[in-house]
């Protein structure tokens, strides 16, 4: 970070409400017009809306601003309670979170995080006279443990699947703040959504990544089982930051009943995915009251509900003469034609129907099923859309036979989602 002369400083501290993202905005336009950088306001506004929200949301804190002119650009530093440095998602077009890190990075000439006690402090500056060459790509993230902790041991986490329960909830808690923000809330919304985030913070910070990257002729033996589990993770917990598993947990059930009736825009997601969650908080919980660690264990159901009509026609699936297979966006098997029945060891379709895909995955794949198919929906990633691979399948009597797969996005008529796979013998 370069060095020179800061004038026209100002400070001023916010309350953790809604308004304060508004009065950052007023502040720094008024400071700007003032000192003749009208160029700067435009720009300067976004971003410091963006990370005041940022503080809003995940701190819960109230929230220092101060605005100066460094090295002939503008010099902006936001400091709340948090200590969890930003750290940049993957989030798909519908999300209504996860932009405000790429915001920085594409936006201004430096930015960085500086820890505090408590919190830290973000800054960033703008149209300085620095060169390209010294600006900083900021910080990979801060690790900070402040008083006593307690020790979690985690055993068995499922990788592929934590950061797809992460984006997941991310995405749930953002909506649900805002709804509640609208609503007679017992509980202050922002407090609720900071707690949740400290939560979801600390485990991002220390359960590894599964090192599965985007390269889709790598992704079939990247993601496979036992190199996308992780053993055992030793969880150190802020004392303080116990209780805030029990908020995310319920925080995460009232989100989960607002998508139930359709009021999110935050897709549904499988129940290996809300498994996790619970395991996650419950251990963490149970462990604070002495308990021994408990390993992953969740296996969801085989079999699903086909909760919603789906205006799609099957007959071109059913009535195929080649190896045909049509899963709905819940993951639900609606249509599949007789070769493909014949090759999967099924005499009545109705053996499939209405079952969950991972009823033909095998057990180490079904991680990398359940995370894809959740980060498809909230990202858009999609690895293996529209590229023949070879894949084992697993048939009705548990053995396994190597089939051809190709799959491809159709949308049905209602706006949904079907996927529809061509499968022949490999």
């Not at 079904?366 to 697993?394: E, I, K, N, W």
Request: hydrophobic share 40%; proline share 7%.
């Amino acid at each position: 970070m370069m060095v020179g002369e800061r004038v026209g400083g100002r400070r001023r501290r916010l309350p953790p409400r809604p308004s304060s993202v508004g009065e950052a905005r007023r502040l720094i336009r008024q400071c700007l017009l003032e000192a003749g950088r009208e160029d700067l306001v435009e720009a300067a506004a976004l971003l410091v809306s963006e990370i005041v929200t940022n503080a809003l949301v995940h701190a819960g804190t109230p929230i220092d601003v101060a605005f100066s002119f460094l090295d002939g650009g503008l010099r902006v530093e936001v400091s709340d309670g948090s200590p969890h440095a930003p750290t940049r998602r993957a989030y798909g077009p519908n999300a209504g979170t996860g932009r405000g890190l790429m915001l920085l990075e594409e936006m201004v000439d430096e930015w960085g995080v500086v820890a505090e006690d408590p919190g830290k402090t973000v800054w960033f500056q703008l149209a300085s006279t620095s060169r390209l060459d010294d600006r900083s790509p900021g910080p990979s993230g801060i690790s900070r443990r402040v008083g006593e902790t307690l020790d979690v041991e985690l055993i068995d986490v499922p990788l592929l699947l934590h950061e797809a329960w992460r984006q997941h909830a991310e995405s749930l808690l953002r909506e649900y703040l805002l709804a509640s923000l609208d609503l007679d809330a017992p509980a202050d919304p922002i407090a609720v959504h900071a707690e949740a985030s400290d939560a979801i913070a600390l485990l991002a910070e220390q359960i590894p990544s599964s090192g599965v990257g985007d390269d889709p002729t790598r992704v079939m033996v990247d993601a496979t089982e036992p190199l996308v589990t992780e053993s055992r993770v030793d969880l150190a917990v802020p004392v303080r930051s116990v209780a805030h598993f029990s908020t995310l947990e319920h925080a995460i059930e009232n989100a989960l009943g607002m998508v139930e009736d359709g009021l999110f825009l935050t897709p549904p997601t499988q129940p290996e995915v809300q498994g996790l969650r619970e395991w996650l908080c419950g251990q963490v919980l149970a462990q604070s009251r002495g308990e021994a660690p408990a390993p992953w264990t969740h296996s969801g159901p085989r079999d699903g509900t086909l909760r919603r009509p789906l205006a799609w026609d099957t007959g071109s699936v059913a009535g195929a003469t080649t190896g045909m297979i049509a899963a709905d966006d819940e993951d639900l098997v609606v249509a599949v034609s007789r070769p493909a029945l014949d090759l999967l060891g099924y005499s009545d379709p109705q053996g499939l129907i209405g079952r969950r895909l991972v009823a033909i995955v095998p057990e180490r794949y079904r991680q990398a099923h359940l995370a894809g198919f959740t980060m498809h929906f909230l990202s858009g990633r999609s690895l293996l859309l529209d590229r023949t691979v070879v894949v084992p399948a697993l048939r009705r009597d548990g053995s396994e036979i190597p089939v051809e797969l190709t799959i491809r996005a159709e949308r049905a008529e209602d706006g949904r989602t079907v996927f529809v796979a061509d499968l022949e013998p490999a």
